[in-house]
């Protein structure tokens, strides 16, 4: 069974950093493009970051880029966000996502991980 | 930045056919995904690539684009398809950023 789960959620104050992780099992983890989403509670979603199967090939909505950075460790079918310098808006569910990709690049996301919460608050 | 157009809510009785649209400029060239989520879970692809349908999502769901619209089709509508429903594509070959439409709200009376 493939799964994928989050950790490293918390409160933090504005201006903090947290890093979350995301541990995959049930499948080959290095052969696949993985992604963060994020939901604000009640909201809708909103992609945030993605990375290729081998971390060379990064993406990341315009909100945090050059706050978030997102990076893999296929030795360790790990996937991580480094979320520096977080705002009061970057409050969310955030959940780790499988990319499901083919031959003309085209991509979806299957399976979403549970999500972890990140609360940026004063 | 790239924008996907959804309803904000779509009601139908038990039985009857749900259609829930997806409007963006790049979606004559790039394919729409469709994704499920229920109260407190997480989301659940039910239709990728347009119209592909991952194993396990119910016969009644399919999917289909036409132009710069793609549509999430769910006949003899259950009970159990309330939920909110989420487009998601790229603008350009499936490269960053990817999109989701603000979603659905399907709601069966």
């Known amino acids: 069974e493939v799964q994928l789960v989050e950790s490293g959620g918390g409160v933090v104050r504005p201006g903090e950093s947290l890093r979350l992780s995301c541990v995959a099992s049930g499948f080959t983890f290095g052969e696949y493009g993985m992604s963060w989403v994020r939901q604000v509670p009640g909201k809708g979603l909103e992609w945030v970051s993605g990375i290729n199967w081998n971390g060379k090939s990064t993406g990341y909505t315009d909100s945090v880029e050059g706050r978030f950075t997102i990076s893999r460790d296929n030795a360790k079918n790990s996937l991580f966000l480094e979320m520096n310098s977080l705002r009061v808006d970057d409050t969310a569910l955030y959940f780790c996502?499988?990319?499901?990709?083919?031959?003309?690049?085209?991509?979806?996301?299957?399976?979403w991980g549970q999500g972890v919460l990140v609360t940026v608050s004063s | 930045s790239y924008e996907l157009t959804q309803p904000p809510s779509v009601s139908v009785s038990p039985g009857q056919t749900a259609r829930i649209t997806c409007s963006g400029d790049?979606?004559?060239?790039?394919?729409a995904n469709w994704y499920q989520q229920r109260p407190g879970q997480a989301p659940v692809v039910v239709i990728y690539k347009d119209t592909e349908k991952p194993s396990g999502i119910p016969e009644r769901f399919s999917g289909s684009s036409s132009g710069t619209t793609a549509t999430l089709t769910i006949s003899g509508v259950q009970a159990e398809d309330e939920a909110d429903y989420y487009c998601q594509s790229s603008d350009y070959m499936g490269k960053y950023p990817w999109v989701f439409g603000a979603g659905t709200k399907l709601t069966v009376l």
């Open positions: 996502v499988r990319v499901g990709q083919d031959e003309s690049n085209n991509n979806w996301f299957d399976p």
């Open positions: 790049a979606l004559p060239k790039q394919f």
